[in-house]
């Protein structure tokens, strides 16, 4: 399964049915589970662990030293979990000793051709990454999160489960869960309501988010008031619990 003109080192832990393509170097760190396709011409370094199933294309890199002036070569980590797929030139750094030291992928994310995901960030499962969608360190992304095309988010920047961000948009403060984000810089839009009915959301919890939505940016509520209703709202509707967590937990402030 191991074209003979890659480079794999031979302290590299591959389960027995992993392929790998010519011309593909993977480091002596690496630990890759069953069931994963590695294209020619991709570049695993660095302590990375890649779980089941995944699929990586030609010319990516996975687990390089992060962009970042302050790393000094200490050893971080990168864990990827199962069924991802990382398409063309897709680049993804390992963490760094001024945060967790680990970037964290969770499992059956998208990242299409020329995406990256820089040095500590975390991001959910089911995911999808539009094509030169960029991240910048220490971001992170909710379960079901979609970034359209050219977009890209500021570090440290925390991002909802199911919320939209635009094609060319630019993220410079945190997007609640549900929320399209469009402009730049980012501004909430609407709710993602077409992604929540994909997933399932009955009518009327999307009836409830939007009310949510509502009270959040359209009704001239300072910001704790209007958690003040959001929480009393989520006594009786759960999907709103998450909306209220996040807020609790928001570093950057919110786009408004």
Same mark, same amino acid.
């Given at each position: 399964m191991i074209d003979p003109r890659a480079a794999v080192a031979p302290q590299a832990r591959l389960a027995d049915d992993v392929s790998v393509g010519a011309f593909s170097i993977i480091g002596p760190d690496v630990e890759i589970g069953p069931g994963t396709s590695i294209g020619p011409h991709v570049v695993i370094a660095g302590v990375t662990r890649i779980g089941a199933g995944n699929r990586i294309f030609q010319f990516a890199s996975i687990g390089d030293a992060p962009q970042d002036r302050k790393y000094k070569g200490e050893p971080t980590r990168l864990e990827i979990g199962d069924r991802n797929v990382f398409r063309e030139f897709t680049t993804v750094n390992r963490g760094t000793t001024h945060d967790r030291g680990v970037t964290r992928i969770g499992s059956d994310n998208l990242f299409m051709a020329y995406t990256h995901v820089a040095h500590d960030c975390t /991001?959910? *499962?089911? =995911?999808?990454? %539009? *094509?030169? %969608?960029? #991240? @910048?360190?220490? =971001?992170?992304? @909710?379960?079901? =999160? /979609?970034?359209?095309? #050219?977009?890209a988010i500021h570090q440290f920047t925390k991002v909802g489960a199911h919320a939209f961000i635009a094609n060319n948009a630019a993220v410079t403060r945190d997007v609640p869960p549900y929320v399209m984000a469009v402009g730049q810089p980012a501004a909430p839009h609407s709710i993602n309501s077409e992604g929540l009915k994909r997933r399932g959301f009955t009518p009327g919890q999307i009836r409830t988010l939007r009310n949510a939505y509502r009270i959040l940016y359209r009704s001239d509520l300072k910001l704790t008031d209007a958690l003040g209703k959001l929480t009393e709202l989520a006594k009786e509707h759960d999907e709103v619990q998450p909306l209220v967590e996040f807020i609790g937990t928001s570093t950057r402030s919110l786009v408004r």
């Open positions: /991001i959910g *499962n089911q =995911v999808v990454m %539009a *094509n030169c %969608a960029t #991240l @910048g360190g220490h =971001v992170e992304l @909710g379960d079901w =999160v /979609i970034m359209a095309g #050219l977009s």
